[in-house]
C-alpha cells in the first residue's frame, strides 16, 4: 500500500495524484512563530532519518521549500497539508489553525515519508507522494495513562513513549507517579518520599491470587530535573504531561515514607503486591497541608493546566474503625442518611479541598469516577473508568468528562483470548475492539436521550490506560499498548475513517518496526513476548455486562457482593 493511503489516524481529507517527489538537501524551512515548535521538531527528525540538511529561515522568506503558516479558519487542531511539484522536487504547505493543528501536520508528513522516517538515521531521498490533506481532530482530549508507579520507567523510555503518542496524534500523557507500590516523583520538602516510598523490597509475579513473588528489589523516581526535562521535551511535540498524584488512597509508599499521616497507626510497608490496599490517608487538616506541599512542587515542575489527584478505590474500613474521623464527618456536616457521621464523604471533601488548593494556583483537578458526588467542585474534570452510566450523571451534574471506560480501553488488559498472552488479566480486548471504542455510544444514548443536548458538563476526549502491574519493562509495555493504541487513536481522531485493517497491517506496522516497537504481531505472541507459567486472572466480558448492564459495569465498588479489598478490577 502507498504510504499516503496508509496514514493514521485517517485524515478527513487526502487526495493524492499518485506521484512522488523527493525534498532536496539544503531545503528552506520557513514557519510562523507560533509553529516553530512543530516546524522544527519535523526538520530535526527528518534530517537525521535521512541524512540530509534542512535549513531554517525567517517565517517572511520567499521562496521555502517548506512553509508553517498560521490560517486562522482552520478549525482548532486542525490543518491542511499540500505537497506539489516544484519543477520535479517537492514543495511542502502547511497551514494550521494553531500550533496543535501543526504538530499533526508534522506527524503526518513524517508518516508520509515512509518508514525511513521513523528510524534516527539514514542516507535515503526524503520522498513524498503528492498530496493534498485537510484534517481536524474530533475531540480535544485524546489521552494515553502511562503508570510508572507499579513499575519504574526509566527517563529514556518514557521519552520514547513520548514520541510514540505524538507519533500517533495523542496529546496527552497522564503521568502516573504514586501508589501503593512506589512514589516516583522528587518532593524537596519531603525527602522520605523518594528515600523510603520509591522502592519496594520484591514484587508480585502475576496475578495476585497466586501469592508468587520474585524476591528482588524494585525502585527509582524521577528528579525535578528529569520531570521538567520530560515536561519540555512533550511540550515541543505538541503533548501535555498531565502528572497523577493518587489520594486518599493508593497512597501505602507515602505512608510508609510519613506514617503519621496514616489512619491506621503503626508501621508501613510499601506494598509488594497488587489489589486494594487498606491503608489511607487520614483525611485530616495535616494531610491536606501536607498534599498541597506536594502539589506546590508538582506546579512548579509540570506546566499543565491539569493535574490529578487520583481519587479511586478508597476504602473507608480504616476511617469507620475511628470514632474520631467519624466524629469529625459529623462536625464537618458530611451527614449520612441514618443521621450521623457519613465518613465515606471525607473521600470528597478531602479532594475538593486539594481541588480548591489547585484552582488558586491557576490549575484544575481531575479525579478517577468514584471521587464523583455532592462534595466535589463542579469544575472539577472526572475521568470515567467503572463503565458510562457514572459518565452520563457526572455530565448531568455540570462536571466535564473524559471517557476511559475500563471495558473498552484498559490496554493492560488482554489483547485476545486464548493461552498465549502474556499474564492474561482482564478483558479481551483485540485491536478490533479497541477500534470500534465509541465514547458515547448509541445505546446510551437511547438509555440517556439528555445526553444528545445541551448539558452543564462537556465530554473533552478519550483516554486509553497502561496500568503497569503486569507491564515490568518497556518491551511489555510496547506489547501491550500497540498496536491497539494506534486504533484508539484513530477511533477519538477520525472513527468515520474506512480502511483501517488495511492501512495498519500493510503500512503502518512497518513504521512501527522502523521505530523499533516491540508490538504484538496481529497473529499473536511471538515466543519471547510469552510468560508461561505465570498465572493470570481472565474475565468474561459478556457474562459481566449481563450481570451488571454495559452500561453500569464498572470495577471495585466497596460493600459490593463479591469485592474484595485486594481486588482491583483494572488490573487483576
Excluded at 520538602?189 to 520474585?214: C, F, I, M
Aim: one cysteine or more; glycine letters at 10%.
Amino acid at each position: 500500500m502507498p504510504y499516503a493511503a496508509a496514514v493514521v489516524p485517517a485524515p478527513t481529507t487526502l487526495r493524492a495524484e499518485g506521484a512522488v517527489l523527493a525534498l532536496r538537501d539544503g531545503a528552506r524551512v520557513a514557519a510562523d512563530p507560533a509553529l516553530r515548535d512543530a516546524a522544527r521538531w519535523w526538520r530535526r527528525a527528518s534530517e537525521d532519518a535521512f541524512g540530509l540538511d534542512l535549513v531554517p529561515v525567517g517565517p517572511a522568506v520567499a521562496g521555502a521549500d517548506v512553509t508553517f503558516d498560521v490560517d486562522s479558519t482552520l478549525p482548532a487542531g486542525g490543518y491542511r497539508l499540500d505537497v506539489a511539484d516544484g519543477e520535479a522536487r517537492a514543495v511542502v504547505r502547511v497551514a494550521a489553525g494553531d500550533a496543535a493543528g501543526a504538530h499533526a501536520a508534522a506527524q503526518t508528513l513524517r508518516q508520509l515519508a515512509g518508514p525511513q522516517a521513523f528510524r534516527r538515521a539514514g542516507d535515503a531521498p526524503l520522498a513524498l507522494p503528492v498530496v493534498t490533506i485537510e484534517d481536524a481532530p474530533r475531540f480535544g482530549w485524546r489521552g494515553v495513562l502511562l503508570d510508572v508507579a507499579r513499575h519504574f520507567l526509566p527517563k529514556a523510555d518514557v521519552l520514547r513513549f513520548v514520541d510514540l503518542a505524538a507519533a500517533h496524534h495523542l496529546n496527552v500523557l497522564q503521568l502516573h507517579l504514586t501508589d501503593d507500590q512506589g512514589w516516583r516523583l522528587e518532593v524537596e520538602r519531603y525527602p522520605r518520599l523518594t528515600e523510603v516510598g520509591s522502592w519496594r523490597r520484591e514484587s508480585g509475579v502475576g496475578t495476585w491470587r497466586a501469592e508468587r513473588y520474585d524476591g528482588r528489589p524494585h525502585g527509582g523516581y524521577y528528579t525535578r530535573d528529569d520531570l521538567r526535562e520530560i515536561v519540555a521535551y512533550a511540550r515541543e511535540r505538541g503533548v501535555t504531561v498531565v502528572p497523577e498524584i493518587g489520594s486518599p488512597g493508593h497512597v501505602q509508599a507515602l505512608l510508609t515514607a510519613y506514617p503519621e499521616l496514616a489512619a491506621r497507626p503503626g508501621a508501613h510497608e510499601v506494598r509488594t503486591t497488587w489489589g486494594i490496599s487498606e491503608d489511607v490517608i487520614d483525611p485530616s487538616d495535616a494531610a491536606v497541608a501536607f498534599f498541597a506541599g506536594v502539589l506546590d512542587e508538582v506546579c512548579e515542575v509540570f506546566d499543565s493546566p491539569f493535574v490529578s489527584l487520583g481519587g479511586d478505590e478508597v476504602p473507608t474500613t480504616a476511617w469507620r474503625e475511628r470514632p474520631d474521623i467519624v466524629a469529625r464527618a459529623a462536625a464537618l456536616g458530611l451527614v449520612g442518611p441514618d443521621g450521623e457521621g457519613d465518613v465515606a464523604r471525607l473521600h470528597g471533601w478531602f479532594l475538593a479541598r486539594l481541588a480548591d488548593h489547585l484552582r488558586a494556583k491557576g490549575r484544575r483537578a481531575v479525579v478517577w469516577d468514584e471521587a464523583f458526588g455532592p462534595d466535589l467542585p463542579r469544575d472539577v474534570v472526572v475521568t470515567c473508568w467503572r463503565g458510562h452510566t457514572v459518565a452520563a450523571d457526572a455530565l448531568a451534574a455540570g462536571h466535564d468528562v473524559v471517557m476511559a471506560p475500563e471495558q473498552e480501553v484498559y490496554l493492560d488488559h488482554r489483547a485476545a483470548e486464548g493461552d498465549d498472552e502474556p499474564v492474561p488479566v482482564g478483558f479481551a480486548r483485540t485491536v478490533a475492539d479497541v477500534r470500534a471504542f465509541e465514547p458515547l455510544p448509541a445505546a446510551l444514548l437511547q438509555v440517556r436521550p439528555e445526553l444528545a443536548g445541551d448539558l452543564p458538563g462537556t465530554v473533552l476526549g478519550a483516554q486509553a490506560q497502561l496500568w503497569s502491574e503486569h507491564l515490568d519493562s518497556v518491551r511489555r509495555v510496547d506489547y501491550a499498548a500497540f498496536p491497539r493504541l494506534v486504533a484508539f487513536a484513530e477511533a477519538v481522531w477520525n472513527p468515520a475513517a474506512p480502511g483501517f485493517d488495511d492501512r495498519l497491517r500493510d503500512g503502518h506496522l512497518a513504521r512501527l518496526d522502523a521505530a523499533g516497537v516491540e508490538y504484538r504481531p496481529l497473529d499473536g505472541p511471538r515466543p519471547w513476548q510469552r510468560r508461561p507459567g505465570v498465572a493470570g486472572w481472565p474475565r468474561d466480558l459478556d457474562a459481566e455486562r449481563a450481570a451488571a448492564g454495559w452500561a453500569g459495569m464498572g470495577g471495585w465498588v466497596e460493600g459490593r457482593d463479591g469485592a474484595e479489598p485486594g481486588e482491583r478490577a483494572g488490573a487483576g
